[in-house]
């Protein structure tokens, strides 16, 4: 199996930063894209940021300037250097990859239990 395990979240006031990171672990043959969500109370799932193999990056257009996704790819783990932080980042961030399991023939996307980033005014 696949797991990943997030860290770095916690409470800044607004302006602040946090880093946050994710590695995955276990019976892995290849991770292709590794990104983070965000789920505030009473809303949906959302892509905060997501980086490729290659390094190529998308983010959505709310974090844009402001965060900055990179991962080491010999230790299968992303980062999310999150900057100028507003409370609407507030959130349950998830990490997420694509990955090819061990054994196995196809990709299947893993989610990690999630870290609460809050930002307070």
């Known amino acids: 199996q696949v797991q990943l395990v997030e860290s770095g979240g916690g409470l800044v006031q607004a302006g602040g930063s946090l880093r946050l990171s994710c590695a995955a672990s276990?019976?892995?043959?290849?991770?292709?894209?590794m990104g983070w969500y965000r789920q505030a109370p009473g809303k949906q799932r959302e892509l905060v940021a997501r980086i490729n193999s290659g390094g190529s990056t998308n983010y959505a257009d709310s974090v844009k300037g402001r965060f900055t996704i990179s991962r080491a790819n010999a230790k299968n783990t992303v980062y999310l250097q999150m900057n100028s932080l507003k409370p609407e980042d507030t959130g349950v961030y998830y990490c997420?990859?694509?990955?090819?399991?061990?054994?196995?023939?196809?990709?299947?996307?893993?989610w990690g239990q999630g870290t609460q980033v809050t930002v307070s005014s």
């Open positions: 276990g019976s892995i043959f290849r991770v292709n894209a």
């Open positions: 997420n990859a694509d990955a090819v399991r061990g054994g196995s023939v196809s990709s299947y996307d893993y």
